[in-house]
T-cell receptor, first 115, second 113 residues
Framework: RKEVEQDPGPFNVPEGATVAFNCTYS??????FFWYRQDCRKEPKLLMS???SGNEDGRFTAQLNRASQYISLLIRDSKLSDSATYLC????????????????FGKGTKLSVIP | DGGITQSPKYLFRKEGQNVTLSCEQN?????MYWYRQDPGQGLRLIYY???????QKGDIAEGYSVSREKKESFPLTVTSAQKNPTAFYLC????????????FGDGTRLSIL
């Protein structure tokens, strides 16, 4: 089983639609979770962290289900500017030695918002 | 991220040549990382460093080398031993705390001539 697995995509949705992405992770000891956004040929940028109780940032809602080992991202009222690839990122725990942690990135789900 | 500077933006390598990618940060972050991204693939960790003068291999370190002589700088050398170097290289930093995300520079695209 892959460490972090995302919906295959691509998702093509009309403006104003609600779209949801899911992501599963294999390591039950994973400690923290993030969603990043990556525009074409650009670096990933942090969209939001994912907290155990779920969290919202404007039109974006992230949820975590530890029992089932998945996280989700919901985008409401999609805008053209939301078109990007969304990366699910899981912190698998400390790298050798203390002080840094390994993030494992999913391959991403491409979203295209259509006028 | 404005606090992480990668250079050059584009780089071309000839056969048998070593090339060095620069990564500088002014965020005062302890941990620095190098990733490689191939088309349609997730990011893969090459090397990471937690403190000055210390660094560790990631998942795909073969054919690469790094140094961490200053907290602000973590250059990556792609050696001639790396037979498939064409990729998008990303440098990231973090405070090192487990619940903190990593922040990325804007990357270097390396191609073979």
């Amino acid at each position: 089983r892959k460490e972090v697995e995302q919906d295959p995509g691509p998702f093509n949705v009309p403006e104003g639609a609600t779209v949801a992405f899911n992501c599963t992770y294999s390591n039950s000891a994973s400690q923290s979770f993030f969603w990043y956004r990556q525009d074409c040929r650009k670096e990933p940028k942090l969209l939001m962290s994912v907290y155990s109780s779920g969290n919202e940032d404007g039109r974006f809602t992230a949820q975590l289900n530890r029992a089932s080992q998945y996280i989700s991202l919901l985008i409401r009222d999609s805008k053209l500017s939301d078109s990007a690839t969304y990366l699910c990122v899981v912190n698998l725990g400390p790298l050798s030695g203390a002080g840094s942690y390994q993030l494992t990135f999913g391959k991403g789900t491409k979203l295209s918002v259509i006028p | 991220d404005g606090g992480i500077t990668q250079s050059p933006k584009y780089l071309f390598r000839k056969e048998g040549q070593n090339v060095t990618l620069s990564c500088e940060q002014n965020l005062n972050h302890d941990a620095m990382y190098w990733y490689r991204q191939d088309p349609g693939q997730g990011l893969r960790l090459i090397y990471y460093s937690q403190i000055v003068n210390d660094f560790q291999k990631g998942d795909i370190a073969e054919g690469y080398s790094v140094s961490r002589e200053k907290k602000e700088s973590f250059p990556l050398t792609v050696t001639s031993a790396q037979k498939n170097p064409t990729a998008f290289y990303l440098c990231a930093t973090s405070t090192g705390s487990f619940n903190q995300p990593q922040h990325f520079g804007d990357g270097t695209r390396l191609s073979i001539l």
